[in-house]
Structures are given as C-alpha cells and as structure tokens.
C-alpha cells in the first residue's frame, strides 16, 4: 500500500489564485520531500522538510508538517500557467539503522492546472 | 554537468526480449536508485545502490537485475520482458546523507507488447 496518500487528485485553478494539495503519511519519517513532474518529463525537486521541522518556505512554496497527524501541506502562492504539473510528496522512512536512506515512497499525485 | 542521463528514451519490445535500461551520473553521487512510475501507482522503487559493488532490492524487485561497478553507471536489466513492465523508469541519484536531494533521470518509456 502507498506510505504517501494525496489530496485532491486533480485540482483546477486560475492564475493568480493559491493551489493547496495535502499529504497523508502512515509510518514515521526521517523526511518528507515535495516533487513537480511536466507532463512527459521527469521529476524535479522542490522542497524538503524533516521530521523535526514544521514549516519551510521556498519561493511561491511553502510546506508544513504535522508529525503527529502524519500529514504536509504544499501551498503555491500567486500561481501561473507555468505551474501546470503533477505534484508528488516523497517520505524517507524513518529507521534506526540507517537502511532507509533514500528509499522513497511516493504517493500518487496532484494534477494541478492552472488557467491563464 | 549532465545530470542524471537515462538511455533510452523511449523503447518497444516483445515479450520475451531482453534488454538493458543505462543510467549514468555525473555527480559523483554514491546513491542510485531505479523506480517504475505507473498511472496512478506513483513511483515505486525497483532496485538501489548504496555504492560500487553494492545493491539491494526495492519494493518491486521481481524481473530486473542491476549492478555497478563503477560510481558513475547503474544499467537496469530485463531478461524477459513481460507486458506487466509496460512504465515508464526513472533512474535517481544522490550522496549518501539523509535529507540530500535526490536527482532524478528524464525516464524512459518502455513498452511490452
């Protein structure tokens, strides 16, 4: 089953406006990392953000984390057409032996469109 | 710097073929890492590797294979092609630190008729 859940699975904007997509997570993290993939290309990281931390900003983006609801937020402020992608959030599992390092779990993507 | 370099683009076998998916970076990054991305599955990890010399098993391990035995490359190998491997690939890389950024490949399609 996916570690990492998204919400909504599309969402339709128009430019100027914020875009907010949600992710649910079941296990502990060491990381959760936020992901933009074009259509037909791959992906390119926007943002990470660690298990001890609660909000981090980058531009237009800005992610929080709530370990104890096991969830982040992106939120994209002022958005463009240019922001038209699929977003994926990533989690690096949490594990005392360090095994874990870079095994990614991704949750299936928001389809966010933004209308010029 | 070319990144993460993924050959090739796009390919069509048939069932039963062989053949081998290349991954080269030029980052001198100790990890790498093959996932599949199928509609609406996400990514999902195949096969990683911590350095030269060492891999293990993802999540989706079954009908691959991989080995590096250079820094640099990480080829990703089907022996027999099954319609199920019809994806796209993403081969990743990155040092070796918790919380580094990952880079990932362009993808490659692959079609299993």
């Known amino acids: 089953s996916q570690q990492g859940e998204e919400d909504p699975q599309a969402l339709s904007i128009q430019e100027g406006e914020n875009a907010t997509m949600n992710c649910s997570y079941k296990?502990?993290?060491?990381?959760l990392q936020w992901y933009r993939q074009n259509s037909g290309r791959g992906l390119v990281h926007l943002i990470l953000i660690r298990s001890n931390e609660r909000e981090k900003h980058s531009g237009r983006l800005r992610v929080t984390l709530d370990t104890s609801k096991k969830s982040s937020s992106l939120l994209i402020t002022a958005s463009r057409a240019a922001d038209t992608a699929s977003y994926f959030c990533?989690?690096?599992?949490?594990?005392?032996?360090?095994?874990?390092?870079?095994?990614?779990?991704f949750g299936q993507g928001t389809i966010l469109t933004v209308h010029p | 710097n070319a990144g993460v370099t993924q050959t090739p683009k796009f390919q069509v076998l048939k069932t039963g073929q062989s053949m081998t998916l290349q991954c080269a970076q030029d980052m001198n990054h100790e990890y790498m890492s093959w996932y599949r991305q199928d509609p609406g599955m996400g990514l999902r990890l195949i096969h990683y590797s911590v350095g030269a010399g060492i891999t293990d098993q993802g999540e989706v391990p079954n009908g691959y294979n991989v080995s590096r035995s250079t820094t640099e490359d990480f080829p990703l190998r089907l022996l027999s092609a099954a319609p199920s491997q019809t994806s796209v690939y993403f081969c990743a890389s990155s040092y070796f630190k918790h919380g580094n950024t990952i880079y990932f490949g362009e993808g490659s399609w692959l079609t299993v008729v």
């Open positions: 990533a989690t690096e599992l949490a594990n005392a032996g360090g095994t874990s390092y870079g095994k990614l779990t």
């Open positions: 296990t502990s993290i060491n990381n």
